[in-house]
C-alpha cells in the first residue's frame, strides 16, 4: 500500500525564525510505501505513484538556490524551498537580489581605493529569506511571499516518521492532492501531528 499523509508542521525542528509570526499557519505532506498492517514502511515520495501525485499536483517547479540566487527547474525535489506555477514575481525578486548585491560587491571595492561609494537600494527581500548559519527562513520574508501570492513549498527531512516532508502554505493544494491519490490509487491519510506515525 502506498499513501499521502497530511499531517501539522513538526515542532521538534526549527524550519522558521519565528513560527507564531506567520500569517498563514502551514501544513505538510510526506509519502509512504510498502506500508504493512502495522502502519510501518519507508518514506520518501521514491514510487512512480509518488512522482505521478507530484506532477499532477504542482506545476512547472522551479528549485531557489539561496547562495546563487538562481532559479533552477526541477523534476524531483531538492532540500530547500522551490517555486511553482507563476514565475512573473519571483524573477523580479532574483533581478533585485542580483543587482544589490552586485552594488554592494562594488561599493566594496570603491571603499578600499578610498573612492565614493553609491548610495544601496533598500535590501531587497529575498536576500533575507534564509539564514543559512541558523538553518531557518525567515518568517516575516515567506509572510511577504504569502501577501504577493507567490506559489511556493519547503522541502524538510524529518527522521524517524515522514522523510521527506513537504512544507505547504496553500490549502487548496490538498483538494488536487486528494484528486490525484484517488486517480492513481493512493490512500490519503491525515494525523494530528508526526508522533502519530509509525518510524522507519
Known sequence: ??????????????TFDCTENLKH?????????D?????????NFATEKAHQLIQDVFEDVYFW???????R????????????????????????????????????????RNKAIQ???????ILDLFDSEKRMYSSSVINELIERKT???INEFYTPE???????????????????AYENGIDFLEVETIDDLKPW
Open 1 to 14: 500500500m502506498e499513501r499521502i499523509i497530511k499531517l501539522s508542521l513538526p515542532k521538534y525542528k526549527a
Open 25 to 33: 499557519q502551514p501544513y505538510c505532506i510526506c509519502y509512504q510505501y
Open 35 to 43: 506500508v504493512c498492517e502495522n502502519g510501518c514502511g519507508p518514506y
Open 65 to 71: 538556490d539561496t547562495q546563487k540566487l538562481k532559479l
Open 73 to 112: 527547474k526541477v523534476g524531483r525535489f531538492p532540500r530547500g524551498l522551490s517555486f511553482y506555477g507563476e514565475l512573473s514575481g519571483i524573477e523580479t525578486f532574483q533581478k533585485e537580489g542580483v543587482v544589490y548585491l552586485s552594488m554592494e560587491k562594488k561599493n566594496t571595492l570603491l571603499s578600499k
Open 119 to 125: 548610495e544601496l537600494p533598500k535590501k531587497p527581500l
Open 151 to 153: 506559489t511556493f513549498f
Open 162 to 180: 515522514a522523510g521527506n516532508t513537504l512544507i505547504l502554505f496553500d490549502d487548496s493544494l490538498i483538494e488536487k492532492i486528494k484528486q490525484s
